[in-house]
């Protein structure tokens, strides 16, 4: 909380920024992540409804959405997972060296994770949905005449569209987040090397670090939902 | 007009150079586009969802001059369902949701709890620039031919079968509530950690709890509807299927994700509302809130139950009946925290002394109209009696008792009791009292014609009634009250433009009010809102303690009388 | 130890601790809990790639599906709790930050109540309201 009227002008050089609304350092860097959770929570309800619509065609449609996210191939899933599981570390670890004010290592672990968001994007786009277009599974009309010719009438393709709707909606939007982390890492980094008066605390790598632990949330969920379903 | 408290003020300011504050520290176009000065944002904020009120109001103009014949001959029925949508969501998502907390919460909730400045400046501009666009979209939207599908866009005509320009207008709306959650997210972190030393949680203005329920709601439910929106547009775009059941899907899922939602947002653009009715009730009775932790409280409550009522919008879509019950059940309990309201706002007048000036007509007004919305609402939110109303006109008139009657009433109080503080300037209290009557009693004649509408039968959404010419009457009447209420809505833009000019100069505080913003900071106040960041030490409302706040209300009364 | 670390390390370089508020500030999670809780999570994505393979029903007889998903989803959020604690730094910070960590995955949970609509549905059949085919859900 405040404490007092004019501290937050009076500031020595090797303090960090303070902007002019707040008092001090600790009072700014409290309420970044204050409002940065308050983001989260609000993605929170964002994902939701995927994850909420999803589970309950899921449960009405078990038999068919078993069938179906079989042809999804787990061993792809896992590797995504330990992609990410990896950059959520390396994230974790360039908030820990910022903290102590190594930011050539902040740096080395973002670069590291931006490279392993590339590389769960690359892995998604080539060898899950490449093929799934090539088959024709995306669900746009003509949708259960491609299942049929592809998987054969192993179930129900109006349900197996469904469950390919779901799929690449959910899938979809996770990629897009993916995508922006990685574009705001690069451009971190390029903040940290290049501007020292806008990156002077820890607070922007913990606030990216937040947002890109959640997306690795999302994907901890979607992977067991969507790869891993049992009957 | 000639006061004494406004004469002492004008003699106190004149002499002084022309003081620095927010709106002459800087007269550039680029100053006023870049700025982060919450009061500016305010400002852009009060001109755009102004434009977007009277553009749906256009729109309710031309909804009500085709009622007036049971033939319906002025627009063809495509026209006319294009009319109401435009109407619902102009108003709903451009207006109603962005009025209070983007406007009058933006300019006072850092001056009520004695910051410099919200927590993020830029966010805060940015929501602006993303509502913008938004707007725009829709608007963009309209001129390529507009939508047909309602405000609510039922699945599957929004996402098959309408021909009209769906996708913009949703894209549009996505982008109006990320601003709500943008706004939503600077409120929240603001009030949790921005408060000056010693206001405490129990110490802020009711109007700064109101906003924090409002808060909460739009970053737990906005997002709902925004990834509900967005899958409509991709179903529509690319034809998965989700909500349609041609593609497989289920539409009443797409009706329970989008209410949601949008149950809550009722309170979104009801809730600020009671928060200026709450300030503007003690300081025209001169007495504190009656029970302030009762009605801080049931803010939250409000926010809290009103997630778990959105089946009451669906009694007759084919929900189960067994989960409809649990929502009328429920339903029925939001009326107790919005009665503590209204009761703890009826005793805060008993015993006070009442001023009848302008703000005060408008919140005296919401305290009527939202009562019989509100009461109206539990024939609603009873099954058997919805099931007769839903879908007629007594839900139309319901709404707008709550939304008209209660939002926009305490936005036009609320931009009354604060425009000197916004613009250091009075505006014509006579005019005032003239445009709040004229809107209370129009807004009356629209409206209440309409419920008996609805118990009669008339659909909503029918633009003729050619079967039931009896109606006629109905809608006549109710179309004569709307152009009263339009010339009410219109008279503000002249007199307070005009105080804008020639008003006298209004002083820091020419209600004798309390609150940090009428008795730390100037008026208009300065760029960083306080020389120095107040102390808060005393309770909040302490009318007791003000000296001339009786003879403040002696010199309102006279001029009443006068 | 790791309180310790933080008041010393965190801050040494920062500059902070001239200013009185070296102790109460953030907290700098050691990079040994970081490489455990990383190790943690992969052993169990493992677990639950290899309890997911596990034929059900089907071959080994008495492990009902239900376990499974039981399985699946408790691992779920055991990795999303070690994520949200540890990584996301949540068990070091304010009170407020945990209720607003905690708070929105609660909230999430209330969509749920549309399930009561879709379990009661079949209690209160509607004679030709039956799906044609098995696209909708059935009523």
Same mark, same amino acid.
């Given at each position: 909380m405040a404490a007092h009227a004019h501290d937050g002008h009076l500031r020595s050089p090797d303090m960090?920024?303070?902007?002019?609304?707040?008092?001090?350092?600790?009072?700014?860097?409290? =309420?970044?992540?204050?409002?940065?959770w308050a983001f989260l929570v609000n993605e929170v309800m964002f994902f939701g409804p995927l994850f909420f619509i999803y589970g309950l065609y899921a449960w009405k449609h078990n038999a068919v959405f078993y069938v179906t996210s079989h042809h999804l191939d787990y061993k792809i899933g896992a590797l995504n997972t330990t992609i990410l599981l990896i950059s959520s570390w390396m994230v974790a670890m360039a908030v820990h060296y910022h903290q102590k004010n190594q930011l050539k290592k902040v740096c080395n672990m973002l670069w590291g994770a931006a490279v392993c968001g590339t590389a769960f994007l690359a892995i998604k786009l080539i060898f899950e949905w490449a093929p799934k277009f090539d088959h024709g599974l995306f669900p746009t009309p003509g949708f259960q005449s491609r299942y049929l010719a592809y998987y054969g009438a192993d179930t129900n393709p109006d349900v197996a569209r469904l469950f390919f709707s779901m799929y690449f909606a959910i899938t979809g939007?996770?990629? %897009?987040?993916?995508?922006?982390?990685v574009l705001i890492f690069v451009w971190l980094i390029r903040l940290i090397k290049k501007r020292p008066d806008v990156i002077t605390d820890y607070v922007p790598t913990e606030m990216v670090g937040l947002y890109w632990h959640f997306v690795d949330l999302v994907w901890i969920f979607l992977f067991p939902l969507f790869y891993l379903m049992p009957k | 007009m000639s006061s004494t408290v406004i004469e002492q003020a004008v003699e106190r300011e004149e002499p002084a150079a022309p003081q620095k504050n927010y709106l002459n520290a800087d007269h550039t176009i680029k100053s006023w586009l870049l700025t982060g000065d919450h009061k500016r944002i305010a400002v852009l904020y009060l001109i755009s969802v102004t434009f977007f009120f009277f553009l749906g109001g256009i729109a309710a103009a031309f909804i009500r001059a085709e009622l007036?014949?049971?033939?319906?001959?002025?627009?063809?029925?495509? =026209?006319?369902?294009?009319?109401?949508? &435009?109407?619902?969501?102009?108003?709903?998502?451009?207006?109603?949701?962005?009025?209070?907390?983007?406007?009058?919460?933006? /300019?006072?909730i850092p001056l009520m709890i004695g910051a410099r400045d919200l927590a993020f400046p830029r966010?805060?501009?940015?929501?602006?620039?993303?509502?913008?666009?938004?707007?725009?979209? /829709?608007?963009?939207?309209?001129?390529?031919?507009?939508?047909?599908?309602?405000? +609510?866009?039922?699945?599957?005509?929004?996402?098959?079968?309408?021909?009209?320009?769906? +996708?913009?207008?949703? $894209?549009?709306?996505?982008?109006?509530?990320?601003?709500?959650?943008? =706004?939503? $997210?600077?409120?929240?972190a603001t009030i949790h950690k921005m408060r000056a030393p010693g206001m405490t949680w129990f110490r802020m203005p009711l109007y700064v709890w109101s906003h924090y329920a409002t808060s909460i709601i739009a970053i737990l439910g906005t997002p709902v509807v925004a990834i509900t929106l967005l899958l409509v547009a991709l179903e529509r775009g690319l034809r998965i299927g989700i909500f349609s059941p041609e593609l497989g899907g289920d539409p009443v899922l797409f009706q329970h994700m989008f209410w949601f939602y949008s149950h809550p947002a009722v309170y979104i653009m009801l809730l600020p509302g009671m928060g200026v009715i709450s300030e503007i009730m003690s300081c025209f009775s001169r007495r504190p809130v009656f029970g302030y932790k009762f009605v801080a409280f049931s803010s939250m409550a409000i926010a809290g139950l009103g997630f778990l009522v959105w089946g009451h919008h669906m009694y007759v879509s084919s929900q189960s009946v067994f989960q409809g019950i649990i929502f009328s059940l429920i339903s029925f309990l939001v009326a107790v925290p919005s009665a503590i309201k209204v009761f703890n706002w009826s005793l805060t007048m008993w015993k006070g002394s009442v001023v009848f000036s302008t703000p005060m007509i408008y919140a005296l007004g919401f305290l009527g109209l939202f009562t019989i919305g509100g009461l109206t609402g539990l024939y609603l939110s009873a099954i058997g009696t919805d099931i007769h109303l839903t879908g007629t006109y007594f839900i139309v008139a319901h709404f707008h008792y709550v939304m008209v009657g209660g939002t926009v009433m305490a936005f036009l109080g609320g931009l009354h009791f604060w425009w000197p503080k916004m613009f250091g300037r009075m505006y014509s209290e006579f005019w005032g009292r003239?445009? &709040?009557?004229?809107?209370?009693?129009?807004?009356?004649?629209?409206?209440?014609?309409?419920?008996?509408?609805?118990? %009669?039968?008339?659909?909503?959404?029918y633009h003729y009634y050619y079967i039931a010419p009896e109606w006629q009457v109905y809608n006549v009447l109710s179309t004569a009250g709307s152009t009263v209420l339009g010339i009410g809505f219109l008279m503000p833009v002249f007199y307070l433009l005009k105080s804008l000019k020639s008003g006298p100069i209004a002083g820091p505080n020419p209600w004798g009010a309390?609150?940090?913003?009428?008795?730390? &900071? &100037?008026?208009?106040?300065? =760029?960083?809102?306080?020389?120095?960041?107040?102390k808060v030490v005393g309770p909040v409302y302490n009318y007791d303690a003000i000296e001339d706040s009786e003879s403040f209300r002696r010199e309102q009364m006279e001029k009443v009388t006068k | 130890m790791s309180e310790h670390e933080a008041a010393t390390h965190g801050h040494a370089d920062h500059g902070h601790a001239d200013h009185g508020h070296g102790d109460h500030g953030h907290h700098v999670i050691p990079q040994a809990k970081l490489l455990q809780t990383f190790f943690i999570l992969m052993a169990l994505m493992i677990a639950t790639v290899v309890a997911a393979r596990l034929p059900y029903e089907g071959g080994i007889k008495g492990i009902p599906s239900a376990i499974a998903w039981l399985v699946l989803l408790g691992i779920a959020f055991w990795k999303a709790g070690l994520v949200v604690q540890i990584f996301m730094g949540v068990k070091y910070s304010t009170k407020l930050t945990k209720l607003y960590a905690y708070g929105g995955f609660v909230w999430v949970t209330l969509l749920g109540v549309t399930l009561f609509d879709y379990a009661t549905r079949q209690l209160e059949p509607v004679q030709g309201w039956e799906p044609v085919a098995e696209s909708a859900l059935p009523r």
């Open positions: 960090p920024e303070v902007y002019p609304q707040f008092e001090d350092i600790d009072q700014q860097q409290e =309420t970044y992540i204050v409002g940065m939007l996770h990629a %897009l987040h993916v995508l922006i982390g | 007036t014949s049971p033939m319906g001959t002025l627009l063809n029925s495509e =026209t006319y369902n294009k009319m109401f949508s &435009a109407h619902g969501i102009i108003m709903i998502f451009f207006f109603l949701i962005a009025a209070i907390p983007a406007v009058l919460g933006n /300019f006072l966010l805060n501009l940015a929501s602006w620039y993303v509502f913008m666009l938004g707007g725009l979209l /829709f608007i963009i939207a309209l001129i390529l031919g507009g939508v047909d599908a309602g405000w +609510t866009f039922y699945t599957p005509l929004s996402s098959l079968y309408s021909q009209t320009q769906i +996708t913009l207008a949703l $894209v549009g709306l996505f982008l109006a509530g990320f601003s709500s959650i943008m =706004t939503g $997210v600077n409120f929240i003239i445009s &709040a009557i004229v809107v209370f009693v129009g807004f009356n004649f629209t409206f209440f014609p309409q419920f008996i509408l609805g118990y %009669l039968g008339m659909p909503r959404r309390t609150g940090l913003e009428w008795e730390a &900071a &100037a008026s208009p106040p300065v =760029t960083l809102n306080f020389d120095g960041i107040p | -």
